[in-house]
């Protein structure tokens, strides 16, 4: 056997010559496996006899007697209290009234009332002024007076309750509430009713600066009541008059249309007034309002005014002292200056309406064809 030296100084034995196997440490013993495995088994031992124990609780019950059940659950839930049979109380005796004397009240002395007063003055004299009733005079059932625009005339609503479906009446008067009676229009083939619309085209333009005459040309044929005749064919001339007022705010100009010329040349009134093609009252149009000119007026009417107030001369004792000629002046200036009214304009060619607001009978001129 040879003994080697190391590098420590240390002497170690060599293996044996016919071993050629290496040497090396053996580990020592580990505990933890076993340990591990044996608190495993008494942490199943413990859960098992627990869940055992449980489970023969819980099955206890049903192997108890109904004797033993029934001293368990009675010391638990309180007996049920059942009340006693009720007893009829006897009957109280009737111990009759005895009867006692009856005692005579007198009787309550009238009020006392002073005598009464009377003022002989209010019973002696007369009223010198008796009081009259008042009646109020019946209004008479006269006839009422209808004016009529067509050069008819005046005539009275009692005459023309003559004519079915042509009575007259007046709000608030004593035939308002009579009753009317229906008729048949007469010559429906040659008639156009009221409330019909005729449409046209303006030939003229309108400017109300100034007021004048207006015309306008039928643009559609308009049949008669029933449909079967024309009666103002295309092409018919309308004539008409507008005017010059225009309040603040109003953009349409009313033109009443006064008569109507066919092209065969028949005519008839109309009176009617003007619409557009929605049968609106009036013609819309553009509006100036001449802002510039009522301003520069404004302006003047100012100056003027302010003008009047510094020619006052002021005096020692506070007092003033006016001249009389340019508060004149100035007065007779604002008199003579107009105001600056607003102007509507409606250009030729324009589509209009004419509301027809009375019926127009054509059978005069139709009656020949």
């Not at 199943?44 to 368990?72: H, K, Q, S, Y």
């Amino acid at each position: 056997m040879s003994v080697d030296t190391g590098s420590d100084g240390q002497a170690k034995q060599a293996s044996p010559v016919g071993d050629v196997r290496p040497i090396v440490a053996g580990s020592g013993k580990s505990f933890a496996v076993p340990l591990f495995i044996a608190g495993t088994a008494i942490v199943a031992i413990m859960l098992f006899t627990a869940l055992d124990a449980n489970r023969r609780g819980l099955a206890a019950p049903a192997t108890l007697r109904p004797a033993e059940i029934l001293t368990e659950v009675g010391s638990r839930v309180p007996l049920l209290y059942i009340p006693p049979e009720r007893q009829e109380e006897p009957p109280l005796p009737i111990v009759p009234i005895e009867e006692e004397g009856i005692v005579d009240f007198p009787a309550p002395a009238p009020p006392f009332m002073d005598e009464p007063v009377f003022d002989r003055s209010s019973t002696l004299e007369p009223n010198p002024f008796p009081e009259q009733p008042s009646i109020a005079p019946a209004r008479p059932p006269g006839a009422v007076l209808v004016y009529d625009r067509s050069g008819g005339g005046a005539r009275s609503a009692a005459g023309a309750a003559d004519q079915p479906g042509a009575q007259a009446t007046i709000p608030g008067s004593d035939t308002a509430n009579q009753r009317v009676r229906a008729g048949r229009l007469s010559n429906p083939s040659t008639t156009v009713i009221q409330g019909t619309v005729i449409p046209a085209v303006l030939e003229t333009a309108i400017d109300t600066n100034r007021g004048g005459p207006a015309r306008a040309i039928v643009s559609r044929n308009v049949f008669g009541f029933d449909g079967t005749r024309v009666l103002i064919p295309r092409g018919s001339r309308l004539i008409g008059q507008y005017g010059t007022s225009l309040t603040a705010g109003q953009n349409r100009v009313l033109v009443e249309w006064t008569r109507l010329v066919r092209p065969d040349g028949a005519t008839i009134a109309l009176d009617s007034p003007s619409a557009d093609r929605l049968g609106r009252p009036g013609i819309r149009g553009d509006v100036n309002s001449h802002f510039w000119e009522r301003f520069a007026s404004a302006i003047f009417r100012t100056s003027l005014d302010v003008g009047a107030a510094l020619a006052t001369q002021q005096i020692g004792n506070g007092a003033f002292v006016v001249l009389p000629q340019t508060l004149r002046e100035s007065g007779s200036s604002n008199a003579t200056t107009p105001e600056v009214q607003r102007t509507l304009s409606v250009d030729q060619g324009v589509a209009v309406s004419v509301f027809v607001a009375r019926d127009l009978d054509f059978t005069p001129v139709e009656r020949g064809r």
